[in-house]
């Protein structure tokens, strides 16, 4: 199944700045998906980047604050905008590892703390 | 989305058999039942999936009710390195939807 590596593993930010977290996927894949840990918590799905066209955000979460890109069929962005301490979390993205059914691989995950 | 019942924590002795149970029965009938873990620190590992039959590999058993409104991860012989949030997700599309999971204590 694909390999993904996730930049960077952890950060700490200053509130109202911003912070760009990439995910490298070492085959091609159609779909990538943006998920939070908040601390304690389970994981919460932000959206799913498609290459070539807008992400697909999940309820809560909007373009202004997550905006995705997805460039390529290896590679997406996630930025975290205008950052406040409740956007402190762990990130990660997600592809799957094979036809729709056999589940997905997650990246490490990016560790934010937002000071 | 089919919703899933675990129970919060579980706790086994070392190298003992564990049954972690999940409840779906609104589960549709084209759903996979996939199975994840999560250790400390990391992200969310695949462990196992299944539709209808039961299912073996080299990390666990996925033991699937004939109605599919629940099934069971069987652990054969849990390690200390087992101790892990183990999450069940029926789905049928693109998207993986986290519950809670089931917290895994391992004791020595």
């Known amino acids: 199944s694909a390999v993904i590596s996730q930049k960077p593993s952890r950060d700490i930010c200053q509130r109202g700045t911003s912070l760009t977290i990439q995910c490298q996927v070492d085959s091609q894949v159609t779909m990538m998906f943006w998920y939070r840990q908040q601390p304690g918590q389970s994981l919460t799905l932000i959206a799913t980047a498609n290459q070539g066209s807008e992400a697909t955000y999940e309820s809560g979460f909007v373009i202004d604050k997550f905006p995705i890109s997805r460039p390529n069929l290896t590679f997406s962005t996630l930025t975290v905008s205008n950052m406040s301490p409740e956007d402190s979390s762990i990130y990660l993205c997600?592809?799957?590892?094979?036809?729709?059914?056999?589940?997905?691989?997650f990246g490490s995950g990016t560790r934010l703390t937002v000071v | 989305d089919a919703k899933t019942t675990q129970p919060n924590s579980m706790e086994s002795n070392e190298e003992e058999p564990v049954h972690l149970p999940c409840n779906h029965s609104?589960?549709?009938?084209?759903?996979?039942i996939h199975w994840y873990r999560q250790l400390p620190s990391q992200g969310p590992e695949y462990v196992i999936h299944g539709l209808t039959s039961n299912v073996n590999n080299r990390m666990a058993s996925l033991a699937i009710a004939e109605d599919r409104k629940s099934s069971t991860l069987i652990l054969h012989r849990a390690t200390l390195r087992d101790a892990a949030v183990y999450y069940c997700i029926p789905t049928g599309g693109f998207k993986t939807i986290f519950g809670a999971g089931t917290r895994l204590f391992v004791k020595a």
């Open positions: 997600s592809v799957a590892r094979g036809p729709l059914g056999d589940g997905y691989t």
């Open positions: 609104t589960i549709s009938g084209t759903d996979y």
